[in-house]
């Protein structure tokens, strides 16, 4: 795995707002505060450096305002964008004897605001869209007509999420809530038409914070305060569970929010069946790799009871994570790549490429070798059917952590960290230097940790009932501990904000060569003052949009003023890589309110 900060012109310097690969090809386009949709071509490097980034064309002089998301439909010709001003374009695709250009095919106009978030249906005659104005619109892309409003959101609708299977349709909001809504067809005329009605509103989970005491509720997603405009949240591409973003619990009522991604089981989608806590930022969008691979038979966990991984990216505001469904923990963590949050990211259709796109108006590409991530899964008849899908994902009620327990499991690993926990070190460089990369391995801390869960149940089941009272009160006093371990890992993390900036640290899937960071230290710092002389002066920060609601969110889409950009285009030519950089782990926890 190999990748970097591509520094080019995308935008003009302008904020990337959001970008999506062609889903039969390596063409990647980009949209941004600029009011252009643009389209590049991406190639493998040659060497260890960066993909090779072309730019193709510009579907420009259409939209007067900021582009807010892109989605190509599942067939890849047709292409719709969601801007300011409540403007959802669709664009075709035409071939003609100079090649193949875009043009726009229908105008849709029925949200009165800003559109945040689109997402095509399976088939591609409809889109489920979500705006500022607090409402989802589903379209007919056909008739390009408006066939039902979702105005049940009490604030802007940030992300939404269309099922695979066309059973659901799913939006959240920064109201703090996220909403599941089941199609109900109802026919008129001798015409069956779809209907999406309400089935869930998740917003609150029941938390017990010690035995026998009273359980107490808490807000699941971040509020509106969250410094973002997304929160893209998406469906597996098999439709067996659902990811969502912006989650936000506190283990106690003194302890600072642990922030984390939700995932739901499409067998209950009333609560979350596992989250996997980020670092010390909100996550804001979550992507679906869209192959899915053999299983490497490491599985210990028992989460999910599936055929084969599917792997996908979580990405916060100024780090990437990669999961698979085989092990709860990231197989892949990136950070360091951007100087502002991160807005959207893209898989490849082929998964070789994974791009994410940044306020700081550049975009950063990874690229995987041959089988890195493994061998693709053939599925026999290309589906899998919503009755198949309730019989594979189970989850292990007796294998998840609950949330009183997280403290304990939070403070382990960072006792672990301290004594050097076995890790994969990815350091990278803003400018775009290369990945290095050094060999460890974390298949003893996996016992160690199944061990202590298998342990603690067998202590208990041994228990004689003299015991069990005072094991009750070690439980307790336990767990009280716990809450106030976290607030110290907590606010560790954020003093060392500043250290952990440049630090990429990943989980080893296999063995790879130590790599000589001390050696490669000069080559880095030559590289990236060589590629900032070239680039030259970065000018960012868009205009500041006029009318818009009082919010935290009003100032997200203008980047960097030039005086702090030139402090961190300095910054990054002088500050080296560290030869023993921090070490980092992050263990995704499993609950079950």
Not at 191 to 209: D, G, H, M, R
Not at 218 to 234: C, G, I, K, M
Not at 330 to 359: C, F, K
Not at 437 to 457: H, L, N, P, V, Y
């Amino acid at each position: 795995m190999k990748g970097g900060t591509v520094q080019i012109s995308w935008h003009e310097s302008k904020p990337i707002l959001s970008l999506d690969f062609h889903p039969s090809s390596s063409t990647l386009a980009t949209a941004g505060a600029d009011f252009d949709i643009k389209l590049w071509s991406i190639k493998p490097s040659e060497s260890q450096k960066l993909p090779t980034v072309t730019y193709l064309n510009s579907l420009s002089s259409y939209h007067s305002s900021s582009v807010n998301v892109i989605r190509f439909s599942s067939s890849g010709e047709l292409l719709a964008s969601g801007a300011d001003g409540g403007d959802l374009l669709i664009w075709k695709l035409h071939s003609t004897d100079a090649g193949q250009t875009w043009k726009v095919l229908k105008t849709l106009r029925s949200h009165h605001k800003d559109i945040l978030d689109l997402q095509w249906s399976p088939d591609a005659n409809y889109i489920i869209s979500g705006s500022v104005d607090n409402c989802c619109i589903i379209w007919d892309v056909n008739k390009g007509t408006n066939l039902q409003t979702l105005d049940a959101h009490a604030h802007y609708v940030q992300g939404v999420a269309w099922d695979p299977l066309g059973k659901y349709v799913a939006s959240l909001s920064s109201d703090r809530t996220c909403r599941i809504y089941i199609n109900k067809p109802h026919k008129s005329k001798g015409i069956e038409k779809i209907n999406y009605v309400c089935q869930q509103v998740i917003s609150k989970a029941e938390q017990p914070l010690f035995k026998n005491s009273k359980s107490t509720k808490y807000h699941l997603f971040h509020d509106e305060t969250l410094p973002s405009f997304f929160r893209r949240l998406s469906w597996s591409p098999d439709g067996s569970f659902l990811l969502v973003p912006a989650g936000s619990y506190k283990i106690g009522t003194g302890s600072d929010a642990v922030y984390a991604t939700y995932i739901f089981s499409r067998n209950d989608l009333s609560r979350p069946a596992i989250q996997l806590p980020s670092a010390s930022k909100a996550v804001v969008a979550v992507r679906f790799c869209p192959i899915y691979f053999n299983l490497r038979g490491t599985n210990s966990d028992g989460l999910f009871k599936l055929p084969y991984r599917i792997i996908f990216a979580v990405a916060t505001l100024n780090s990437l994570f990669i999961y698979d469904t085989e092990s709860t923990l990231p197989i892949a963590v990136l950070a360091g790549l951007h100087y502002s949050s991160i807005t959207d990211i893209s898989w490849s259709p082929d998964a070789r490429y994974l791009a994410l796109s940044s306020q700081d108006g550049f975009c950063s590409l990874v690229e995987f070798e041959n089988d890195e991530l493994g061998t693709p899964f053939s599925l026999s008849d290309g589906k899998v059917s919503d009755k198949d899908i309730k019989s594979l994902l189970q989850t292990a009620n007796d294998t998840i952590v609950p949330i009183r327990n997280v403290g304990p499991v939070v403070d382990e690993n960072s006792k672990m960290q301290a004594e050097g926990a076995d890790c994969m070190i990815i350091e990278s460089v803003n400018t775009g230097t290369d990945l290095l990369e050094s060999r460890e391995t974390s298949a003893q801390r996996k016992a160690d940790d199944s061990d202590m869960i298998k342990s603690t149940g067998s202590a208990q089941s041994a228990m004689t009932d003299s015991e069990t009272n005072e094991a009750e009160e070690k439980a307790d006093k336990m767990a009280a501990e716990a809450t106030v371990n976290v607030k110290e890992v907590v606010s560790d993390c954020r003093k060392k904000k500043a250290e952990e900036v440049d630090d990429v640290a990943t989980q080893p899937t296999g063995n790879v060569e130590e790599a000589d960071l001390g050696s490669r230290k000069i080559e880095a710092e030559d590289k990236a003052e060589k590629q900032v002389l070239s680039s030259g002066s970065v000018k960012c920060g868009a205009e500041e949009k006029e009318e818009k609601p009082q919010s935290s969110l009003d100032a997200t889409k203008s980047g960097p003023n030039e005086e702090t950009a030139g402090k961190q285009i300095s910054s990054s030519k002088s500050t080296p890589i560290p030869n023993k950089p921090a070490r980092k782990r992050i263990t995704p926890i499993a609950i079950d309110p």
